[in-house]
């Protein structure tokens, strides 16, 4: 099973400033990652596959880099929309697909 | 529109069983991969069971063996029965659809193990 690593667990960021999240993966899983949003209370929603394409509907301000074991999201300017619980999960090696343990973004 | 919505949650005694539905519109659940993901209060996202168009099945290993996923074409549901319930089942239970990533989620439903 590929164990999924996020950092930092909790991203302390003020309106208007980019943000990096970073995932790690146990071995290599190519370009098939994916980020998730997850806001409280409510669904997560997929915002990045193939570790840098964009899902439908989600802003230019979002975007996705990396391959084999190391990627980040970078949000460039935060909105207050923003603040959420972000999450990566691969999709190389499945079953099982494993996710990372989630990076909060919160308010400075 | 895409549509998942997910039923049949609850509070359960451990020990106990219960049959989780996932009623889909908007596409067809035979034609997709399916999959049961959970997420326990306050803790992040656990996948739990697929089943694929061509009806083969896979668990989580924390599910082996309890848990089935199965599908009703002629309702365009998706279920997932539940036995033998323990106190770390508690979640809530999402329903996606996805081959590889999950680009659909229903609005999830709360199983509570707990005597």
């Known amino acids: 099973e590929i164990v999924m690593t996020q950092s930092p667990a909790t991203l302390s960021v003020s309106p208007g400033e980019r943000a990096s999240l970073s995932c790690r993966a146990s071995?290599?899983?190519?370009?098939?990652l994916a980020w998730y949003q997850q806001k409280p209370g409510q669904v997560p929603r997929l915002l990045i596959d193939g570790a840098s394409t964009r899902a439908a509907g989600i802003p230019a301000r979002f975007s996705g880099s990396g391959s084999g074991t190391e990627f980040t999201l970078t949000i460039s300017s935060l909105q207050s929309e923003d603040f959420a619980v972000y999450y990566c999960?691969?999709?190389?090696?499945?079953?099982?697909?494993?996710f990372g343990q989630g990076t909060k973004v919160e308010i400075k | 529109e895409v549509q998942l919505v997910e039923s049949g949650g609850g509070l359960i005694q451990p020990g106990g069983s219960l049959r989780l539905s996932c009623a889909a519109s908007g596409f067809t659940v035979s034609s997709n991969y399916m999959s049961w993901v959970r997420q326990a209060p306050g803790k992040g996202l656990d996948w739990v069971s697929v089943i694929y168009t061509g009806g083969s099945t896979y668990y989580a290993d924390s599910v082996k063996g309890r848990f089935t996923i199965s599908r009703d074409n002629s309702k365009n549901t998706l279920y997932l029965q539940m036995n033998s319930l323990r106190a770390e089942d508690t979640a809530v239970y999402y329903c996606?659809?996805?081959?590889?990533?999950?680009?659909?989620w229903g609005q999830g439903t709360l199983v509570t193990v707990s005597s």
């Open positions: 999960q691969q999709y190389n090696n499945w079953p099982p697909w494993t």
């Open positions: 071995q290599s899983v190519g370009s098939n």
């Open positions: 996606a659809r996805g081959y590889g990533y999950f680009q659909d």
